[in-house]
Structure formats: C-alpha cells, structure tokens
C-alpha cells in the first residue's frame, strides 16, 4: 500500500457488559470518525483496550469494523499479545476479514532486551499475513524501541513504519535518522497535543484518541500543520488543548481511556462501559466531561 499518511484514530471499543459488544455504538463511531474526514482506523490499540478483551470479541471488533468500513479508508489493527502464537492468530483474523495492515507493540509483562526485540520482530513479522506498523509505546510494554534497534530492522520490506507514543519530541527527531534507509516509512504520533508540532517535525500524522470524539478537528489541524497554515494552526491547538481537560478528570493511565469513552457517550456515539478492572466514570466526573465538552463545542462555534 502507499505511504500511510494523515489522522488514523485508535477506535475505543465500545462494550455493554463484559465481554458484550456495543454493536449499535461501534457502527456510530465507524460513521462517526468517517463522517470527519479520517484517514484510516485502527482497532485494538491501547485506547480500544486490547489487552483487556477476550480473543472472542478481538475478532468480533475486527470482522465488524472490516465489514462496515468495507474499503473506505485502511483499517489498521492491533495484534500486540504476550503470546507470539496469539499475535499471528489475530492477524490472521485481520487478514482475513479485509484489514490492510497490523500494528505491532512489543510483548508486555515481562520487558525484553533491545537484541531480545530485534529478534522477536525479525521473528515475527515474516509470519504475520499483512503489512506491519511498530507501535512504541514505552509506558505499557516498560521498553522502548530505540532509534538503533529501528536501524537493525529497517531491511525487513514488510514494516511500513512506526507510531510513537512516547510523547518524547526528541524521540521523533531521531527517528528522521530512518528516512535515509527507509525514504517510505511512515511515522506517526500518539498524543495529540503533539500532533501540529510533530507533523511540523516530520512526523506524517496522528493516531489520536480525541479523534473519536472530534475527528475533523485532528483532520484540520493536521492538514493545517502540513499546509504550515499559521494561523489556522494557533487556533485549532487552542481547541486541541481545550479537549485536553477531559484526560485531568480521574486518575490513572485509564482516565485517558475513560475520558474518551465518557466524551463520546455525552455526544451520543456509544456506550461508556469499560473493559474491567476499570469502572466507567461516576455523576460527578461526568458532569465534569460535560462541561469540558460544552466549553469545547462553544470555543469551536466562536472560531
């Protein structure tokens, strides 16, 4: 496929109970970020709580979000796993059901070596069906994929590139190092505050969660960054870092999560029931994202 490019937003997977799937919510959101303008659509990230899933619902997720996207844009999928074997399954799900590409973090639990993840990645993407994109995610997996260690695979054809989400500028400097060997890896970055400073540091775009709740907002904004349109882009990362608020309610890595999920049931989209052992946010909280997102829709009215 061609360079992937622009705002790619990690779905959340909306669920009713454990391991039910919010159906009804699921195609809202499909529409929903379609309607705004994305670039592509990854299922089972982090914010779509993979880890957290049963494998039966990880390919009831794939095959119903394969299935209504039905060629639209790429769909992406996350098939990160403790197990190797399991990794390879589910992107055998996805290739299967249509998706375009797989997205890889390293095993989690237990941190591997820098030459432990060359190997595993040497190892396992020659297995995998699908085209694969790296996802470094430090503050899950407790490794980080170092510039290096990129180095070394960069002769493997079938890794398209990376998303980061260490939140790290400098990170995403070095990783320019790579377009001298791969001139056709994308990079991408995971928090959104970032995305304008990092599309204007070479990063080709975003996979943002607050582009579940506002998609055409991280479509402009990345557009306007790759135009280097000043003054749209002053406007749109005011907006950006006003949705911000809704990551200060709560605590915990899961408020991230929890503030996307309670966002989107404000507007409607979907449920915001959440993979155990976390809770969905109470009254109080919610009034809380309420707020923020009214604030939000009046900023975006003014402008």
């Known amino acids: 496929m061609n360079k992937v490019k622009g705002i790619i937003p990690p779905l959340v997977t909306p669920i009713l109970d454990r391991d039910a799937l919010d159906v009804d919510g699921l195609s809202r959101l499909l529409e929903h970020v379609l ?29 119903r979000v394969c ?4 060629g639209r844009v790429p769909v992406f999928v996350g098939v990160t796993d403790t197990s190797f074997v399991e990794s390879i399954d589910l992107a055998k799900v996805a290739a299967n059901c249509g998706a375009d590409v797989v997205v890889l973090a390293m095993p989690f ?30 503050a899950m997996t407790k490794v980080t994929l170092e510039v290096d260690t990129l180095k070394q695979l960069a002769g493997l054809d079938r890794i398209l590139g990376i998303k980061d989400s260490s939140g790290d500028l400098n990170y995403l400097a070095d990783l320019q190092i790579l377009r001298s060997l791969r001139p056709d890896w994308s ?43 000043d003054g749209r882009m002053e406007a749109l990362q005011l907006r ?12 915990n890595v899961s408020r991230f999560i929890k ?26 909280e919610r009034k809380q994202i309420q707020r923020i997102i009214s604030e939000h829709q009046q900023l975006s009215a003014s402008h």
Do not use: W
């Not at 592509?40 to 794939?62: D, H, K, Q, W």
């Not at 299935?67 to 039905?70: F, I, N, S, T």
């Not at 950006?240 to 605590?251: A, E, N, P, T």
């Open 35 to 63: 309607e705004g303008g994305v670039h592509g659509v990854f299922a089972l990230g982090t914010t779509g709580e993979a880890p957290s899933l049963s494998y039966r619902m990880r390919c009831e997720v794939i095959r």
């Open 67 to 70: 299935g209504q996207v039905a």
């Open 109 to 138: 639990y237990y941190p591997a070596g820098q030459s432990e993840l060359v190997h595993y990645i040497k190892s396992i993407v020659p297995q995998l069906p699908l085209p694969v994109i790296l996802y470094n995610m430090p």
């Open 187 to 229: 990079i991408h970055t995971g928090p959104e505050h970032l995305l304008i400073k990092s599309v204007l540091a070479g990063a080709d775009g975003g996979v943002n969660g607050g582009a579940n709740i506002f998609p055409e907002l991280f479509v402009d904004a990345y557009e306007a960054a790759v135009e280097g349109d």
């Open 240 to 251: 950006i870092d006003q949705l911000q608020g809704i990551y200060d309610v709560g605590q």
């Open 259 to 284: 503030g996307t999920k309670c966002a989107l049931s404000v507007l409607g989209v979907c449920n915001d029931f959440m993979a155990e052992p976390f809770e969905r946010f109470r009254t109080n």
